[in-house]
């Protein structure tokens, strides 16, 4: 069993490997009602704000951000081809890892 430091470690590659990767041309913008720019850019702000407070606590409204975006990922992927495939798939598994790793922040749920 791997433990914390190995997937923050490996989250964290997934998540530079991401932002160094340019969004795919040549995908449809909206695939099984999924308008990927939009799940983009909402995945991409949980998960920039999950690595900058120390890979341990998200606030509820990003963790229901991210579990609602995986499962519209997951619709969405069997019909998404090549690169960007690859790109979405990555961040498919990025999402995923926070989820199984994060804890939600008791802060935000006393509120």
Known sequence: MKNNEDDAMSLSELYV??????????CG?????VFLPYLDTQLSGCISSYLRHNKTTIDIDRYLVLQK???????A???????????????HQIAYLIL????????????
């Open 29 to 33: 913008l909206t695939i099984k009602g």
């Open 100 to 111: 199984e790793e994060a804890s939600i922040s008791q802060f935000e749920l006393n509120q």
């Open 17 to 26: 490997a991401h932002e160094q990767a340019l969004f795919p041309r040549n």
């Open 69 to 75: 975006s995986k499962a519209e990922l997951e619709m």
């Open 77 to 91: 992927l069997p019909h998404i081809k090549n690169e960007a495939f690859e790109y979405f798939s990555r961040l």
